[in-house]
């Protein structure tokens, strides 16, 4: 039997071959903003060029080194492949940055792209109108990708690894339509998924010109839209244009964005918006964020916050439906409105967003399963030999599945919990930790006051920093993921 | 009608008896010539005629209690009772409004500690001892509610509790018969009351303080008759003998019960919350003692030691007198107390929040899920002491703990659309909800709740009834289910 520090090598080397593979893959995206730099004649040229080179050597470097060990991988070692990757491509995405700007730390560098990756869309950095193009291009298309690695995340491997109650997500096909298994293997089911998350990408940002965006800012835009992350290329995020168009446009994009790709896909494939109608979430997201709009457009009018409706009803929308489906844009400085209002919003950042979508948070399946058990507990009180299924679209639901929505559940509140007392024994206000954490977990974006729309998250110190980029982490990989490497049943045979 | 005629019936009865609650503060009254001795004759009038005239009544209505009238007859003893205890305090202080009179009566038998008045050290003293009697009683019928009636109505997965006796001990059973059951345990807390009364008068305080804060120590209620809580006597012997008796009171009283039955302290060996609930509270004040100390709020470590030593168990076991305003340490500390409030307290205690056992249970599920997805296919048991907990009661557990966030959650959006700040709402929601009594922003332990609105106090006391009945009661009542046939 080999001894414990060789087995721990056998079980990561392999793994350290693929992450080589997927590290090496990844510096290619490097030479769109490099095309950029060259075009556009901006001076962050040389940052990419080193930055191609460094990530290109790193990731032929690993996938030699683990080669030895090349095996197919199991379902344990999917657990550290994920966390490597999302933790690993950060690290090299922040070359840019550090090349171009030395005087920005190691910490803020890491913050921000890892930021993009899990397509939060919390910034550090400020001068975003005179950031060199190349630079913004990269920070939006690493939340373009980080939101491909999402749904590939969502819809294939989470169910695999078993996360969650995923397993039912995996299943959770729209109802009785004929042939609509997508097909088993994670390759094609990515490819596909991919094709429309890039079509409705190239739609967004053909739109977002139409309304009046000039190209570089509709694509970086439609970048930030359909990965659902935030960023924009200007500090004053989208009331910078101040156009009701543009805002709309936005809204359009980011709900769809907010729901089930797999739903988009069969839609296409069939030519027919069935599929939209038998997707439970659909309905769910749609109608939890129009009543909310509504309802807290009509408190904020009401509060004195805008002297017409119509205004308020024009912002309240835009960044009710912005931080609902976990974008992050802001038309206006939010932090202002009654809190009840923005505790609200922050509220649907929680529930709102659809599994197989590009948003976080814990999903509207979750949410609604969630409920249906609070009632059934309440009846069973009443008739303890009942029977009652937790049903979901028309499928009752295993107890097994609700078992593990439970856990995550609790899972999430403690790490709220936990990430709050945190930053505050760091000396953060309440509101401002509380909100930066709900904002992080839920991979969201602005919080309030201090890390509210108005400002950024540079105010905060390293130490903080860190816990936020760690929160983000762990609201994008659904928790467990990441705490089952503190397990040692997982490092044990 | 005919339905809750059964109920209304023990309810008649239940308040012939506690018309009797009120001839301790008449006693006192007329003993210390404080003017206020015709507010209780009053009350034990009205209190007795009312029973009677219901139970008259009521009469024909008498059968076999079955589950259902379980959940209304605990729900509306915890409703009327204070309704009939506000009657000293409106005749005694002709300016206090109902809504904040049934607050404080509320607050009384719920054992939050909660209050609207001030000048309490100026209050008749008789007015105070029937304030904390309030909670003395509460506490009694806290007790009977989670040891004996809960588990049998199945609430919150309580029918764990009913069979939590520490295991392997001869002849270890309760005894069986809920009134047996019910008698064993006041004598207990009786007794151990008595304890308390003498140990606070020999450290210093008079008779009728010793009184007061006795009742409302054994009962983890909080309130005091002085503002300044037991910051006004200044004294660390004081402080330590409250300690003490808080944390007697927070360990299940069953295990108490147990141990007087075998006249021996092997019962508290075996209990499974004791060890969580001293870890927990150990290291906590050890750390936010550093904490304070780092943040420059004491000097001296002894001086950090004492304040928080003293604070954390207070909040922590849901008691909620204090010796400092802790609103005004780094929210850091006090947020964490109240965090603390939500589990330290034991299944079988007068404390609040959810429970340690629950808080155990919860962790170790959580362990258990995540282990699932290193090993799938293996069959993990959550085991408390030997063990193992049937799979029901986890669901039953986590159902609870889903209602409890939920209820925090909603409670503190309602006050936010109310126009309360954001930090004062939910502070308040957590503190009712786990019967503790101080919350931080303006409702802090130097403060009172009488700056908040109507409509806000109501909620509160809504907030507080749901929690000291673990919610499933008070909601199964409000849903339509319930009263179709």
Redesign the interface.
Same mark, same amino acid.
């Given at each position: 039997m080999a001894s414990g520090s060789s087995l721990s090598l056998l079980r990561v080397a392999p793994v350290v071959h693929v992450l080589g593979l997927v590290i090496l893959i990844f510096s290619f995206t490097m030479l769109a903003p490099l095309l950029t730099a060259l075009v556009a004649h901006d001076d962050a040229q040389h940052a990419f060029d080193e930055s191609f080179a460094i990530t290109l050597a790193a990731g032929v470097a690993l996938w030699l080194i683990g080669r030895r060990w090349q095996r197919e991988l199991k379902v344990r070692d999917g657990f550290l492949l994920v966390i490597l990757v999302w933790t690993g491509l950060p690290a090299v995405a922040t070359l840019p940055f550090i090349i171009y700007t030395p005087e920005m730390s190691f910490t803020d560098a890491y913050f921000e792209a890892i930021s993009g990756l899990t397509t939060t869309g919390a910034t550090v950095m400020s001068g975003l109108d005179d950031l060199p193009p190349s630079l913004n291009l990269w920070r939006h298309l690493l939340q373009w990708l980080g939101g491909m690695g999402i749904i590939v995340l969502a819809v294939a491997i989470l169910p695999l690894l078993g996360v969650g109650g995923r397993q039912l997500l995996k299943a959770e096909l729209p109802g009785p339509i004929k042939d609509s298994k997508l097909t088993p293997r994670i390759a094609d089911t990515a490819k596909l998924l991919w094709a429309m998350y890039a079509g409705l990408t190239a739609l967004c940002a053909v739109a977002l010109k139409l309304a009046g965006m000039s190209w570089f800012d509709a694509i970086c835009h439609a970048f930030a839209t359909l990965s659902l992350g935030g960023f924009s290329t200007h500090d004053a995020s989208i009331g910078h244009f101040n156009s009701p168009l543009i805002e709309a446009v936005l809204i359009v994009f980011m709900l769809l964005a907010a729901l089930n790709f797999v739903t988009h896909f069969l839609a296409f494939r069939q030519k027919r918006l069935a599929a939209y109608r038998h997707d439970p979430e659909v309905r769910g997201v749609l109608g939890l964020v129009l009543a909310s709009c509504l309802g807290i457009s009509v408190y904020v009018w009401q509060a004195g916050v805008y002297p017409e409706y119509l205004t308020a009803l024009r912002h309240v929308s835009f960044n009710l439906v912005s931080l609902a489906t976990d974008c992050g844009f802001a038309s206006t400085d939010y932090n202002g409105w009654p809190m009840f209002s923005t505790m609200w919003m922050l509220f649907l950042s929680c529930v709102a967003a659809s599994s197989g979508s590009t948003g976080g948070g814990l999903k509207m399946i979750r949410s609604m399963i969630l409920m249906r058990q609070g009632v059934r507990e309440l009846e069973h009180q009443l008739h303890p030999a009942a029977r009652l299924p937790v049903k979901v679209g028309g499928h009752a639901v295993p107890n097994q599945i609700v078992f593990a929505i439970q856990a995550f559940v609790m899972m999430y509140i403690a790490t709220v919990v936990t990430m709050t007392l945190v930053l505050l024994a760091s000396g953060l206000d309440f509101v401002s930790a509380f909100s930066a954490v709900i904002a992080c977990i839920n991979n969201a974006g602005p919080g309030l006051n201090e890390v509210g729309p108005g400002t950024n998250y540079a105010g905060l110190n390293d130490f903080q920093t860190w816990v936020l980029a760690f929160t983000m982490l762990l609201g994008r990989l659904e928790l467990f993921t990441v705490f089952v490497l503190f397990t040692r049943a997982f490092w044990r045979g | 009608m005919s339905q809750i005629l059964p109920v209304l019936h023990i309810l008649s009865k239940v308040l012939m008896l506690y018309a009797l609650a009120f001839l301790l503060p008449l006693a006192i009254s007329l003993g210390l010539a404080d003017g206020a001795h015709l507010a209780y004759d009053e009350a034990i009038l009205v209190t007795f005629f009312s029973g009677a005239v219901l139970w008259l009544f009521t009469r024909r209505g008498r059968r076999e209690l079955q589950?259902?009238d379980g959940?209304l007859l605990v729900v509306l003893i915890w409703t009327t009772l204070p309704l009939y205890s506000t009657i000293p305090l409106l005749l005694t202080l002709p300016d206090l409004s109902f809504t904040h009179a049934y607050f404080e009566a509320v607050s009384g038998l719920t054992a939050t500690g909660a209050t609207v008045l001030s000048g309490l050290d100026d209050l008749p003293p008789s007015l105070n001892v029937w304030r904390t009697e309030m909670h003395w009683i509460g506490g009694m019928g806290v007790i009977v509610l989670v040891v004996a009636v809960l588990p049998l109505?199945?609430?919150g997965g309580r029918q764990l509790f009913k069979a939590e006796t520490p295991t392997p001990m001869k002849d270890s059973k309760l005894t069986p018969r809920m009134a047996e059951t019910a008698k064993g345990l006041w004598l207990v807390y009786a007794i151990v009351t008595g304890f308390c009364i003498l140990a606070l008068w020999a450290g210093g305080m008079g008779w009728i303080d010793a009184l007061v804060h006795a009742f409302s120590v054994m009962s983890l209620g909080g309130m005091s008759s002085r503002d300044a809580s037991l910051g006004y006597f200044d004294s660390v012997l004081l402080e330590l003998i409250v300690m003490g008796f808080a944390l007697i009171a927070a360990i299940s009283f069953s295990t108490h019960f147990l141990a007087f039955r075998m006249k021996s302290l092997a019962a508290y060996r075996f209990d499974a919350e004791i060890p969580w609930l001293l870890g927990v509270l150990g290291v906590s004040i050890l750390g936010i003692t550093g904490?304070l100390l780092l943040q420059g709020v004491y000097v001296e470590f002894f001086e950090a030691l004492r304040y928080t030593a003293f604070n954390t168990i207070s909040v922590a076991t849901t008691l909620g007198f204090s010796t400092t305003d802790f609103n005004a340490w780094?929210?850091?500390a006090p947020?964490?107390m109240l965090?603390l409030s939500s589990f330290i307290a034991g299944s079988g205690s007068t404390g609040g929040g959810i429970k340690m056992l629950r808080a155990m249970l919860?962790y170790k599920?959580?362990?258990r899920?995540? $282990?699932?997805?290193?090993?799938?296919k293996a069959a993990v048991h959550t085991k408390v002491g030997q063990q193992a907990v049937p799979?029901k009661i $986890?669901?039953?557990i986590?159902?609870f703990?889903? $209602?409890y966030?939920?209820s925090i $959650?909603i409670l503190?959006?309602i006050l936010?659309?109310s126009g309360l700040?954001?930090?004062t709402a939910f502070t308040a929601v957590v503190a009712m909800v786990n019967n503790t009594g101080p919350g931080l922003g303006l409702v802090g332990p130097a403060s009172t709740y009488a700056v908040l609105t109507d409509f806000q106090l109501w909620v509160l006391s809504f907030a507080m009834l749901l929690g000291r009945l673990e919610f499933?009661t008070l909601?199964?009542v409000l849903?339509p289910?319930?009263w179709r046939k």
């Open positions: - | 589950t259902r959940f109505l199945g609430v904490y780094p929210y850091f947020l964490f965090f919860l599920q959580v362990y899920e995540l $282990i699932k997805l290193v090993h799938p799979n $986890i669901y039953a986590l159902a703990l889903f $209602i966030v939920a $959650i503190s959006f936010a659309a700040d954001v930090f499933f909601l199964v849903t289910v319930f």
